[in-house]
């Protein structure tokens, strides 16, 4: 199986801020990772597709990046409903997905 | 618009089955395979499986493709997980949801607590 790591499990920023998510694969998946948040007591959204393709609707402050096994969800000027989990999940080993442990965002 | 409409949180005793649905619209049902979701309380998303709804076909995480069973009615536009053997590791929010490149669509969640 594919693990992925997310790291730290709790980022805490001021709204305004600039924030990165890191996301590490075990081994080499190309751009098969996908991003998502999830709101208390919400389903999970698709926020960005195959590293750092954007997706209709979201807000253009997220943005994707990486490669290989390193990838980054940023979301610039972080806003009060930004409060979330976040989780990747890897499409490499299709269909047999997995997802990050997510990270939770907290507003300061 | 793409809808996935799941049934209601059930309360089921441990050994016993639940089976749950999801009702698309929006979309042709059989164009998409439909995957599900397990989400324990506090806890990560774990994939479960997929079915094709055009042909029945299906594949399943090897954790859980002894106790879970993929199902889908063309005719309602409906898909069933059915999982069995139930114990307190299985009280959790299920999702279906439909891959899109990446998955894009995802139902509100059915929420099932083992209990005796």
């Known amino acids: 199986d594919i693990l992925l790591t997310q790291s730290p499990a709790i980022l805490s920023v001021s709204p305004g801020e600039r924030v990165s998510f890191s996301c590490r694969a075990s081994?080499?998946?190309?751009?098969?990772i996908h991003w998502y948040q999830q709101r208390t007591n919400g389903s999970p959204r698709l926020l960005i597709k195959?590293?750092?393709e954007s997706i209709s609707g979201i807000p253009s402050r997220f943005s994707g990046s990486g490669s290989g096994t390193d990838f980054t969800l940023t979301i610039n000027s972080v806003e009060s409903e930004d409060i979330a989990n976040y989780y990747c999940q890897q499409s490499d080993s299709w269909p047999m997905f997995t997802f990050g442990s997510g990270t939770r965002l907290e507003i300061k | 618009q793409v809808q996935l409409q799941q049934s209601g949180a059930e309360l089921a005793k441990p050994g016993a089955s639940v089976k749950m649905s999801c009702k698309a619209s929006g979309y042709t049902f059989t164009r998409y395979w439909m995957h599900w979701i397990k989400q324990r309380p506090g806890q990560g998303l774990e994939w479960i499986g997929y079915?094709?709804?055009?042909?029945?076909?299906?594949e399943y995480n090897e954790k859980f493709k002894d106790r879970a069973t993929l199902t889908a009615d063309k005719s309602s536009s409906t898909a069933y997980m059915r999982l069995s053997s139930l114990t307190s590791e299985d009280s959790a929010v299920y999702y279906c949801a439909h891959w899109d490149g990446g998955f894009a669509y995802w139902g509100q969640g059915t929420l099932i607590t083992v209990s005796a």
């Open positions: 081994q080499n998946i190309g751009t098969s």
């Open positions: 079915i094709n709804p055009n042909t029945g076909y299906n």
């Open positions: 195959y590293a750092s």
